[in-house]
Nanobody
Framework: QVQLVESGGGLVQAGGSLRLSCAAS????????MGWYRQAPGNQRELVAT???????NYADSVEGRFTISRDNAKNTVYLQMNSLKPEDTAVYYC???????????????WGQGTLVTVSS
């Protein structure tokens, strides 16, 4: 079983910054992709940013240039630096990891429990 634990959410004023962290633990052989998704009230969960083990990144248009995703492969940890935050960034942010377990090299895809980010105007 693979667990993801997020931290770093909170309340910030518009224009401010926050940094989210997500650490994966368990019987992990490798992690291919790690990413962040978010879900605002009444909306579907949407992709924010992803990063591969090789460092290739992908961002939603709405956060391009303001958010930066990074990862520490040795620590199985992914980060999301969020700058110039806007009220519309308010959501629960979820971490996701996809890779292979040690047992039989079986595939896994796991979600974190979510961390709330609130941006006040």
């Amino acid at each position: 079983q693979v667990q993801l634990v997020e931290s770093g959410g909170g309340l910030v004023q518009a224009g401010g910054s926050l940094r989210l962290s997500c650490a994966a633990s368990g019987s992990i052989f490798s992690i291919n992709v790690m990413g962040w998704y978010r879900q605002a009230p009444g909306n579907q969960r949407e992709l924010v940013a992803t990063i591969t083990s090789g460092g290739s990144t992908n961002y939603a248009d709405s956060v391009e240039g303001r958010f930066t995703i990074s990862r520490d492969n040795a620590k199985n940890t992914v980060y999301l630096q969020m700058n110039s935050l806007k009220p519309e960034d308010t959501a629960v942010y979820y971490c996701r990891a996809e890779g292979r377990r040690v047992a039989g090299l079986s595939l896994f895809g796991s979600w974190g429990q979510g961390t709330l980010v609130t941006v006040s105007s």
